[in-house]
T-cell receptor, first 109, second 114 residues
Framework: GDSVTQMEGPVTLSEEAFLTINCTYT??????LFWYVQYPGEGLQLLLK?????DKGSNKGFEATYRKETTSFHLEKGSVQVSDSAVYFC????????FGKGTRLHILP | NAGVTQTPKFQVLKTGQSMTLQCAQD?????MYWYRQDPGMGLRLIYY???????DKGEVPNGYNVSRLNKREFSLRLESAAPSQTSVYFC?????????????FGPGTRLTVL
């Protein structure tokens, strides 16, 4: 069945460092791909999405490109801030939505 | 426009007690969902309602029941709570079950079963 695998955390970086959180998927169809972010004590909220191969989603300095050849949707940001500390979830939506287990990100000032 | 709201925010139960978690959305969405979030497990789907009048089991339905009261409201009931149901519960909605739209999440209910 469909699945999402993302890198385990926690990931700890210094402010202004480059961020990559890896996400790979398996799917029988042609899913849409999403990154959600969960700040402490809150629900998940959509960060960015891509609906077809080679699409790039971007928001708040974060980017991810839908790579069908490598079945990946890695999240990147060029310069992280303390306020980016949160849990990040990769997800795919085909006939149902499937979430990865989440990656906790800590940014140190 | 409040989005997705959940009550209560926190709840402590004793084993065997029952309770209902409430969820409402004001976005006129057709589909609503209940998830539980446990450390290291990500989100797991408990039940969902593709449209008013329908409900279906998700990945982990045992020990829960749901009611889609109307288009706005989708409640989750624990008939006899167990410590294994200690978790954070999230309600979510989106316009159509089979669409590629994002899901909108409520703020969560943190449940502890002693």
């Amino acid at each position: 069945g469909d699945s999402v695998t993302q890198m385990e955390g926690p990931v700890t970086l210094s402010e202004e460092a480059f961020l990559t959180i890896n996400c790979t998927y398996t799917a029988t169809g042609y899913p849409s791909l999403f990154w959600y972010v969960q700040y402490p004590g809150e629900g998940l909220q959509l960060l960015l999405k891509a609906t077809k191969a080679d699409d790039k989603g971007s928001n708040k300095g974060f980017e991810a490109t839908y790579r069908k050849e490598t079945t990946s949707f890695h999240l990147e940001k060029g310069s992280v801030q303390v306020s980016d500390s949160a849990v990040y979830f990769c997800a795919l939506r085909d006939d149902k939505i499937i979430f990865g287990k989440g990656t906790r990100l800590h940014i140190l000032p | 426009n409040a989005g997705v709201t959940q009550t209560p925010k926190f709840q402590v139960l004793k084993t065997g007690q029952s309770m209902t978690l409430q969820c409402a959305q004001d976005m006129n969405h057709n589909s609503m969902y209940w998830y539980r979030q446990d450390p290291g497990m990500g989100l797991r789907l408990i039940y969902y309602s593709a449209s008013e009048g329908t409900t279906d089991k998700g990945e982990v339905p045992n020990g829960y029941n749901v009611s889609r009261l109307n288009k706005r409201e989708f409640s989750l009931r624990l008939e006899s709570a167990a410590p294994s149901q200690t978790s954070v519960y999230f309600c979510a909605s989106n316009p159509l079950a089979l669409s590629y739209n994002e899901q909108f999440f409520g703020p969560g209910t943190r449940l502890t079963v002693l």
